[in-house]
């Protein structure tokens, strides 16, 4: 999430948003086709894993991605929920797989991918979404050192390991790896200390990543999603109330909340061929 509670400072959540364009009644702006949705068959033929796919933004993405024709392996660690995000794409006619994985894992991220890759007969594109949000609203005196190492262990070090092992997989010349980073920690900062610092060192990743896998012909993107709402950010929100933040800020980013299908549609087509000339960050609203 970016910032639940924006610092003073930061503007309108949604300046960035077109005039017209209200992300809650589902009204596209003039000019723009239906929210949310990526081109039928822009991902045909195209072998997708979604990491953290079985909750809000990951789970927009695996019902995206197998509408734009994707093969989807959803992968997380909330074994239920990947299975149930799976189950729906079989169901409506699409070709889907699941499997546990805790991402802040080595060995559980290895085999996980492994498994995917043999399930879709191979990976084009891997996009991690999972992330977990703590310590909102949290004055940096008085965050535990163990809360700031959870955070750091699955939004730092999970991308990681995801595109270390990603990349043994990906091929040359097509390959695509999308990290979800967060407004907060590249062009904000966040409502939580250890988030904001986890989503500013998974940027520096992908930059990283991309200077590395780029000459090889692997495409690597940080997508920064704004606030949007979905489990975590209730929960976010939540938090922030009963650790004091002030009530007008969070009902203003209540207010403002964007769909988990907004973000999902761009990962589709940064997943996508038609992103080929595409490099670097992407800021989604
Ligand atoms: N919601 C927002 O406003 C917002 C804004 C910016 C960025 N983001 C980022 O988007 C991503 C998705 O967030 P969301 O809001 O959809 O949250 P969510 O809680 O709805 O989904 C997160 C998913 O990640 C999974 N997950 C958590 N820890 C995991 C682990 N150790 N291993 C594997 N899977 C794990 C969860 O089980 C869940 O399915 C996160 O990286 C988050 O930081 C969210």
């Given at each position: 999430?970016?910032?639940?509670?924006?610092?003073?400072?930061?503007?309108?959540?949604?300046?960035?948003?077109?005039?017209?364009?209200?992300?809650?009644?589902?009204?596209?702006?003039?000019?723009?086709?239906?929210?949310?949705?990526a081109p039928a068959g822009l991902l045909a033929g195209r072998r997708v894993?979604?990491?953290?796919?079985?909750?809000?933004?990951?789970?927009?993405?695996?019902?995206a991605a197998a509408a734009a024709g994707a093969a989807v392996?959803?992968?997380?660690?909330?074994?239920?929920?990947?299975?149930?995000?799976?189950?729906?794409?079989?169901?409506?006619?699409g070709?889907?797989?699941?499997?546990?994985?805790?991402?802040?894992?080595?060995?559980?991220?290895?085999?996980?991918?492994?498994?995917?890759?043999?399930?879709?007969?191979?990976?084009d594109a891997?996009?991690?979404?999972?992330?977990?949000?703590?310590?909102?609203?949290?004055?940096?005196?008085?965050?535990?050192?163990?809360?700031?190492?959870?955070?750091?262990?699955?939004?730092?070090?999970?991308?990681?390991?995801?595109?270390?092992?990603?990349?043994?997989?990906?091929?040359?010349?097509?390959?695509v790896?999308?990290?979800?980073?967060?407004?907060?920690?590249?062009?904000?900062?966040?409502?939580?200390?250890?988030?904001?610092?986890?989503?500013?060192?998974?940027?520096?990743?992908?930059?990283?990543?991309?200077?590395?896998?780029?000459?090889?012909?692997?495409?690597?993107?940080?997508?920064?999603?704004?606030?949007?709402?979905?489990?975590?950010?209730?929960?976010?929100?939540?938090?922030?109330?009963?650790?004091?933040?002030?009530?007008?800020?969070?009902?203003?980013?209540?207010?403002?909340?964007?769909?988990?299908?907004?973000?999902?549609?761009?990962l589709v087509l940064l997943a996508s061929s038609a992103?080929?000339?595409?490099?670097?960050?992407?800021?989604?609203?």
């Amino acid at each position: 999430m970016n910032d639940a509670v924006p610092p003073a400072a930061a503007g309108a959540p949604d300046a960035h948003r077109p005039a017209g364009a209200d992300p809650h009644d589902g009204t596209p702006p003039a000019g723009v086709g239906t929210p949310g949705t990526a081109p039928a068959g822009l991902l045909a033929g195209r072998r997708v894993v979604v990491v953290g796919g079985a909750s809000g933004i990951g789970r927009a993405t695996v019902a995206a991605a197998a509408a734009a024709g994707a093969a989807v392996a959803v992968l997380d660690a909330d074994a239920v929920g990947a299975d149930t995000a799976a189950a729906q794409v079989r169901d409506g006619g699409g070709r889907a797989c699941a499997h546990r994985v805790d991402v802040s894992v080595e060995t559980e991220v290895a085999e996980a991918l492994d498994a995917a890759a043999a399930d879709l007969g191979g990976i084009d594109a891997v996009l991690h979404v999972a992330g977990v949000m703590r310590g909102q609203g949290l004055d940096v005196r008085d965050v535990p050192v163990a809360l700031w190492a959870q955070v750091i262990a699955v939004n730092l070090t999970g991308p990681f390991l995801v595109a270390k092992h990603a990349a043994r997989h990906l091929l040359p010349h097509g390959g695509v790896l999308v990290l979800v980073g967060s407004k907060a920690g590249v062009q904000t900062g966040s409502g939580s200390v250890p988030y904001g610092a986890s989503k500013g060192g998974l940027h520096g990743l992908a930059l990283t990543l991309a200077r590395q896998l780029g000459p090889q012909g692997i495409r690597v993107h940080t997508l920064c999603p704004g606030d949007i709402d979905t489990p975590l950010m209730r929960r976010s929100l939540s938090e922030a109330r009963a650790n004091g933040a002030d009530g007008g800020r969070i009902a203003a980013v209540e207010a403002t909340l964007g769909r988990p299908e907004d973000v999902a549609s761009a990962l589709v087509l940064l997943a996508s061929s038609a992103s080929a000339g595409l490099t670097g960050t992407v800021c989604t609203g």
